[in-house]
């Protein structure tokens, strides 16, 4: 398997594996691949990767910008990420948020938050601290990462790519 940041050729295959991994999830609103186009649009995506497995794209994972509402500068959202169905649970996923990660912390930085299931993302470091809000969404699923002492404060802001709806 290979990571590597995306090329305008994996475009289409970024666009159906993402499909494909939320088609069936439960609290998916189907949105996810719209989402990735929208930040992309807007030149939104901080960090961009997928995992190549033969030459074939068979994951994808996106880094964005946040605002908090403490001021707090240099915290990114995590996601979407997402696995062509029958390479999930290979720890491909797994392998795109380290790499990930290591990426937002070599650019400087101060955090990343993400929207969740703990039992998974807790792994990695992230947890749920009150004073981290996202409006909406029950805290014990907004999970951050500081990659300092310092915590942010407040309430998170997506870019507002995660607010598009359903197109073409």
């Known amino acids: 398997m290979i990571i ?15 499909k494909q991994a939320f088609e069936n999830h439960p609290v998916s609103h189907g949105t996810e691949q719209f989402i990735i186009n929208a930040l992309r649009k807007d030149n939104a995506l901080t960090i961009s990767l ?11 994972i996106a880094f964005s910008l946040l605002t908090i509402s403490d001021g707090s500068c240099d915290w990114y959202a995590l996601g979407p990420i997402s696995v062509q169905p029958k390479f999930q649970w290979q720890g491909i996923g797994q392998a ?21 299931p703990p039992k998974y993302y807790n792994r990695f470091g992230f947890k749920s601290f009150s004073e981290l809000n996202i409006e909406g969404v029950p805290q014990q699923y907004v999970l951050a990462l500081p ?12 870019h507002q790519a995660f607010s598009v709806k359903n197109e073409t």
Not at 4 to 18: L, P
């Open 4 to 18: 590597r940041t995306e090329k305008e050729s994996d475009i289409n295959a970024i666009f159906e594996i993402t």
């Open 50 to 60: 997928v995992a190549e497995i033969e030459e074939k794209v068979v994951g994808h």
């Open 96 to 116: 795109l948020i380290h790499e990930g990660l290591s990426q937002l912390k070599s650019l400087g930085s101060q955090g990343c938050v993400l929207v969740g």
């Open 147 to 158: 990659f300092n002492e310092k915590i942010a404060t407040g309430l998170i802001t997506h």
